[in-house]
């Protein structure tokens, strides 16, 4: 199993993020797939997922509406964007294989967001 984040960087607040996971060595679309984010010093803190249908849950109410997440199996890529980013969401994203509590993630990539 191989996960391979992109797009992570500095973002201004208030800026977008759109983040891309490219998925290998598994048969990708029957999987749910997830991100998930941590903070320096902080837990996981598990976003959302999407299952191979299509379907989205998010894994707090919090995050209805406030993230979007997305796939593509042909491209076996799933994705990950937000709008209006606040300075407490720098974190390190990462991708899962599976739905909420999954051990199988990527190595992750860094979003800061800061002036």
């Given at each position: 199993?191989?996960?391979?984040?992109?797009?992570?960087?500095?973002?201004?607040?208030?800026g977008s993020l759109?983040?891309?996971?490219?998925?290998?060595?598994?048969?990708?679309?029957?999987?749910?797939?997830?991100?998930?984010?941590?903070?320096?010093?902080?837990?996981?803190?598990?976003?959302?997922?999407?299952?191979?249908?299509?379907?989205?849950?998010?894994?707090?109410?919090?995050?209805?509406?406030r993230f979007a997440?997305s796939r593509n199996?042909?491209?076996?890529?799933?994705?990950?964007?937000?709008?209006?980013?606040?300075?407490?969401?720098?974190?390190?994203?990462?991708?899962?294989?599976?739905?909420?509590?999954?051990?199988?993630?990527?190595?992750?990539?860094?979003?800061?967001?800061?002036?």
């Amino acid at each position: 199993v191989q996960l391979v984040e992109s797009g992570g960087g500095l973002v201004q607040p208030g800026g977008s993020l759109k983040l891309s996971c490219a998925a290998s060595g598994f048969t990708f679309s029957i999987w749910t797939m997830s991100w998930v984010r941590q903070a320096q010093g902080k837990g996981l803190e598990w976003l959302l997922g999407i299952s191979s249908g299509g379907n989205i849950t998010p894994y707090e109410d919090t995050w209805k509406g406030r993230f979007a997440i997305s796939r593509n199996n042909a491209k076996k890529t799933v994705y990950l964007q937000k709008n209006n980013l606040k300075v407490d969401e720098t974190a390190v994203y990462y991708c899962a294989k599976g739905g909420y509590g999954t051990t199988e993630l990527g190595q992750g990539t860094q979003v800061t967001v800061s002036s």
